[in-house]
Protein backbone atom coordinates (compact mmCIF):
# COMPACT_ATOMS: atom_id res chain seq x y z
CA UNK A 1 0.00 0.00 0.00
CA UNK A 2 1.48 3.27 -1.08
CA UNK A 3 0.11 6.48 1.14
CA UNK A 4 0.77 10.13 -1.01
CA UNK A 5 -0.30 13.32 1.53
CA UNK A 6 -0.48 16.49 -0.05
CA UNK A 7 -1.74 19.62 0.54
CA UNK A 8 0.45 21.30 3.19
CA UNK A 9 1.66 24.70 2.53
CA UNK A 10 2.77 27.87 4.43
CA UNK A 11 -0.42 29.72 5.83
CA UNK A 12 -0.93 32.58 8.34
CA UNK A 13 -2.38 32.07 11.97
CA UNK A 14 -6.14 32.06 10.95
CA UNK A 15 -6.27 30.56 7.90
CA UNK A 16 -7.43 27.16 6.76
CA UNK A 17 -6.06 24.32 4.77
CA UNK A 18 -6.76 21.04 3.38
CA UNK A 19 -5.02 17.74 3.47
CA UNK A 20 -5.19 14.68 1.31
CA UNK A 21 -4.14 11.53 1.82
CA UNK A 22 -4.66 8.83 -1.25
CA UNK A 23 -3.93 5.04 -1.02
CA UNK A 24 -3.08 2.91 -3.78
CA UNK A 25 -1.88 -0.49 -3.86
CA UNK A 26 -3.25 -3.97 -5.06
CA UNK A 27 -5.61 -5.83 -2.71
CA UNK A 28 -5.40 -3.79 0.46
CA UNK A 29 -7.26 -3.47 3.33
CA UNK A 30 -8.02 -0.70 5.51
CA UNK A 31 -9.67 -0.98 8.71
CA UNK A 32 -8.63 2.88 9.83
CA UNK A 33 -6.57 5.60 8.88
CA UNK A 34 -5.56 8.76 10.92
CA UNK A 35 -3.26 11.66 10.76
CA UNK A 36 -0.43 12.20 12.99
CA UNK A 37 2.07 14.76 12.95
CA UNK A 38 5.57 15.74 14.45
CA UNK A 39 7.27 18.81 15.02
CA UNK A 40 10.86 19.24 15.42
CA UNK A 41 11.68 16.11 17.53
CA UNK A 42 11.33 12.41 18.01
CA UNK A 43 7.98 11.95 18.87
CA UNK A 44 4.63 12.05 15.60
CA UNK A 45 1.59 13.02 17.75
CA UNK A 46 -1.72 11.82 17.19
CA UNK A 47 -3.88 14.22 15.38
CA UNK A 48 -6.96 12.65 14.24
CA UNK A 49 -8.18 8.81 13.18
CA UNK A 50 -11.03 7.64 10.98
CA UNK A 51 -12.69 3.51 10.79
CA UNK A 52 -12.92 3.35 7.00
CA UNK A 53 -16.17 1.32 7.29
CA UNK A 54 -19.00 3.79 9.31
CA UNK A 55 -16.83 6.91 9.08
CA UNK A 56 -16.43 7.10 12.86
CA UNK A 57 -14.58 9.98 14.20
CA UNK A 58 -11.16 10.20 16.65
CA UNK A 59 -9.31 13.44 18.04
CA UNK A 60 -7.08 14.69 20.05
CA UNK A 61 -7.94 17.30 22.46
CA UNK A 62 -5.66 19.56 21.28
CA UNK A 63 -7.25 19.86 17.94
CA UNK A 64 -10.99 19.29 18.75
CA UNK A 65 -13.48 21.91 16.73
CA UNK A 66 -10.96 22.96 14.42
CA UNK A 67 -9.74 20.17 12.89
CA UNK A 68 -11.85 17.69 10.72
CA UNK A 69 -11.26 14.11 9.27
CA UNK A 70 -13.08 12.87 6.58
CA UNK A 71 -12.78 9.92 3.83
CA UNK A 72 -13.85 9.24 0.18
CA UNK A 73 -14.59 5.18 -0.05
CA UNK A 74 -14.69 5.69 -3.37
CA UNK A 75 -11.62 7.48 -3.94
CA UNK A 76 -8.89 5.67 -1.40
CA UNK A 77 -8.72 9.91 0.16
CA UNK A 78 -8.70 10.49 3.41
CA UNK A 79 -8.83 14.23 4.12
CA UNK A 80 -8.34 16.97 7.04
CA UNK A 81 -9.29 19.97 7.02
CA UNK A 82 -7.87 22.51 9.45
CA UNK A 83 -9.85 25.15 10.47
CA UNK A 84 -8.43 28.33 13.00
CA UNK A 85 -4.54 27.67 12.36
CA UNK A 86 -2.25 28.75 15.03
CA UNK A 87 1.59 28.51 14.85
CA UNK A 88 1.75 25.83 17.17
CA UNK A 89 0.32 23.45 14.49
CA UNK A 90 3.86 23.92 12.65
CA UNK A 91 4.84 20.41 11.50
CA UNK A 92 5.13 17.55 9.24
CA UNK A 93 1.91 16.24 8.51
CA UNK A 94 2.05 12.17 8.33
CA UNK A 95 -1.17 10.13 7.12
CA UNK A 96 -1.20 6.53 7.66
CA UNK A 97 -3.24 3.70 7.66
CA UNK A 98 -4.11 0.61 9.84
CA UNK A 99 -5.37 -2.70 8.16
CA UNK A 100 -6.45 -4.22 11.64
CA UNK A 101 -7.81 -2.50 14.61
CA UNK A 102 -5.04 -3.17 17.14
CA UNK A 103 -7.14 -1.74 20.13
CA UNK A 104 -6.67 2.06 19.89
CA UNK A 105 -6.24 4.59 16.89
CA UNK A 106 -3.88 6.70 19.01
CA UNK A 107 -0.24 5.41 18.73
CA UNK A 108 1.33 4.92 15.92
CA UNK A 109 1.66 1.12 16.34
CA UNK A 110 -1.82 1.13 15.20
CA UNK A 111 -0.55 1.52 11.67
CA UNK A 112 1.38 -0.17 9.34
CA UNK A 113 1.46 1.84 6.52
CA UNK A 114 2.75 5.51 6.17
CA UNK A 115 2.79 8.24 3.79
CA UNK A 116 5.78 10.65 3.48
CA UNK A 117 4.54 13.76 5.06
CA UNK A 118 3.36 17.27 3.99
CA UNK A 119 4.66 20.12 5.85
CA UNK A 120 2.30 22.52 7.25
CA UNK A 121 4.10 26.03 8.29
CA UNK A 122 1.70 28.52 10.16
CA UNK A 123 3.19 32.44 10.81
CA UNK A 124 2.26 34.48 13.33
Known amino acids: VQLQASGGGLVQAGGSLRLSCVASGRGFTINHMGWFRQAPGPEREFVAA????????YYADSVKGRFTISRDSAKNTMYLQIYSLKPEDTAVYYC??????????????????WGQGTQVTVSS
Open 50 to 57: IRWSGGAT
Open 96 to 113: AGGPNYRGSYILTSDYAY
